[in-house]
Structures are given as structure tokens and as C-alpha cells.
């Protein structure tokens, strides 16, 4: 438990933080998603887990997942492995899977669904003047509710408020990076439909469109390659 309040039941995620799924002793009826920073987290990732919290309570729309309360770990059970001092911060649980790991992509109806959720939501963003900047499947959870695709977009982190001054510095996963970014030159919200690109380009054909791991080899690609397009079993529309 964590100050008294929130019943930590199992992880659910671990990335730059960890996430639990929770309950809170005042509405135990409703299950919530904690996120945890631990204290020697270094203060680049700080910044970032604050800013995700406070971008998240500024933007308002149903498939970005929802941010309540903001806080520091006082009280804690030792077995959660847990810190004292650790920033957290918690959400909405929504019961969903990775873009990556869900099994109806191949229903082209299904598919178009989320593309539809996708875009709604990158339209929202880049009219709230934000970029997103790490749009990836690992960021893309999806729900299916009876048939129905619902998808809730995650790990605001790297989100930045475009009216301010955007830091020169590479933001986002290798794989999913617009060329823009990476030569350092002056961008817009189109570097997230690049990045949604890529990731049909690999839903699509299975793969991406560069055979390398290696990062370096991954951001030549990025800016120098041609990538192919060859027939698919999707319609063209």
C-alpha cells in the first residue's frame, strides 16, 4: 500500500518508470493505474515524469488515458519494493492490450477503427498545439469491446506544447523517428504522421521498412533510404 490510500495489486508495466494496477481504499469499486518514479531518478527523467502528469490534466479527450493525483511516497509496504521519496502519479486502468500485441490487426475493419481512434486523437493533439513525439505501438493500448476497437493513447512524456520554445533534442524511439528530427531542422506535428507511417508500414507488411537494428544504421535509413511499398492483401482504400 502506498500512503495509506493505494493497494498495490500486480505490475502491469515497466519502462523509464513502473506501473501498478491499484486500488483505492476511498472508491475500492474502481480500479486505477499507478505510475512510480523512484528518487535517483536522474533529473532529465524527472522532468519528463512531471511533465507527463501536468500534460495529461491539460488535454481532454477519450482515447488519452486520464491523469488524477499527483504526489510523493510516504508510507509504502516494503514487499511492493517500493521507495520512500519515489514521485507517482495516478491514472485511469484501462483494461486494454499493446498495438503491437493485438490479434485482429489483420481485420482490415478492425484495423481501420483504430486508424480512425488514431487520428482523432493526433488531430486533437496538434490543434491543442502539442506534438506527441514517441507515437509507437508500446504508447497505443487497445481494448475490444465487443468486436469494438477502443484505444487509449499512453506515456505523454515526450509530448511538447509547440507555442513554447521545442528543445533541440532527439525525442521519440529510434524505429518511429521523422527524418526532421533527427538532421535537427525546424518541424511540425507531420514528424507524428511520420511516425504513424512506420507504424502501419509494420502492421501492415510485418516487418518495417529497414533490415538493421542497429540504431545508428536505423537513422540512416530514416533519412536516406527509398522505402518500397509492394502489393499487400489490404485493400487500397
Known amino acids: 500500500m502506498i500512503n495509506e490510500r493505494y493497494i498495490i495489486r500486480n505490475k502491469i508495466g515497466k519502462g523509464r518508470s513502473q506501473v501498478y494496477l491499484c486500488s483505492d481504499v476511498e472508491f475500492p469499486e474502481t480500479d486505477l493505474a499507478v505510475k512510480i518514479l523512484p528518487p535517483d531518478a536522474e533529473e532529465l ?7 507527463e502528469f501536468f500534460t495529461l490534466r491539460k488535454l481532454d479527450h477519450p482515447n488519452i488515458i486520464k491523469a488524477n493525483e499527483f504526489s510523493s511516497v510516504v508510507k509504502f509496504d516494503e514487499e511492493e519494493n517500493i521507495q520512500a521519496g519515489s514521485m507517482f502519479f495516478v491514472m485511469e486502468y484501462f483494461r486494454g492490450e499493446i498495438l503491437s500485441g493485438c490479434k485482429k490487426l489483420s481485420d482490415e475493419n478492425f484495423l ?4 480512425e481512434q488514431l487520428c482523432s486523437v493526433l488531430y486533437y493533439l ?3 498545439n502539442y506534438i506527441y513525439y514517441d507515437l509507437k505501438p508500446e504508447n497505443i493500448l487497445v481494448g475490444d469491446f465487443n468486436g469494438e476497437p477502443v484505444i487509449k493513447m499512453i506515456d505523454l512524456g515526450f509530448a511538447q506544447y509547440t507555442v513554447s520554445n521545442i528543445e533541440s533534442l532527439i525525442r521519440g524511439t529510434a524505429e518511429y523517428i521523422a527524418p526532421e528530427i533527427l538532421k535537427n531542422q525546424q518541424h511540425d506535428f507531420r514528424v507524428d504522421l511520420y511516425s504513424l507511417g512506420i507504424i502501419l508500414y509494420r502492421i501492415i507488411y510485418d516487418r518495417f521498412p529497414f533490415e538493421t537494428g542497429n540504431e545508428l544504421e536505423i537513422y540512416k535509413a530514416h533519412i536516406e533510404k527509398e522505402f518500397e511499398f509492394p502489393e499487400t492483401g489490404f485493400s487500397s482504400r
Open 112 to 115: 481501420r477503427k483504430i486508424i
Open 45 to 51: 527523467e524527472t522532468r519528463i515524469f512531471r511533465s
Open 126 to 128: 496538434h490543434q491543442s
